[in-house]
């Protein structure tokens, strides 16, 4: 498994931007995602990326506006959050799929997660 800790959130007013980061340890090549949940919905994903950082995955929600990335050499995957909307508040988690090193989308992909970062964006 990987160990993951995510960093960057915070309080914000609309259309300010935030990037969050995940750092990892303990795998040598894996997929990583970031995720987020609101109370009493289930969690959703937000935007995925390979191994090799060129295949990246956006949810349809924040096409446009978040892009993630990663930095293989420091072992970080970034979420750069751009025209932040009241509707993206949540708390974000940073995942690592060690069975593949391919852009996945689904939960069940990921065996390894972040412990979760707030990120409330008031209108």
């Known amino acids: 498994q990987v160990h993951l800790v995510e960093s960057g959130g915070g309080l914000v007013q609309a259309g300010d931007s935030l990037r969050l980061s995940c750092a990892a340890s303990?795998?040598?090549?894996?997929?990583m995602g970031w995720f987020r949940q609101v109370p009493g919905k289930e969690r959703e994903i937000v935007a995925a990326?390979?191994?090799?950082?060129?295949?990246?995955r956006h949810a349809d929600s924040v096409k446009g506006r978040f892009t993630i990335s990663r930095d293989n050499a420091k072992n970080t995957v970034y979420l750069q959050m751009n025209s932040l909307k009241p509707e993206d508040k949540a708390a974000y988690y940073c995942?690592?799929?060690?069975?593949?090193?391919?852009?996945?989308?689904?939960?069940?992909?990921?065996?390894?997660w972040g412990q979760g970062t707030q990120v409330t964006v008031s209108s």
């Open positions: 303990g795998a040598s090549a894996y997929a």
């Open positions: 995942a690592a799929s060690t069975r593949t090193t391919y852009a996945r989308t689904n939960i069940p992909d990921y065996d390894s």
């Open positions: 990326i390979s191994w090799s950082g060129a295949d990246t």
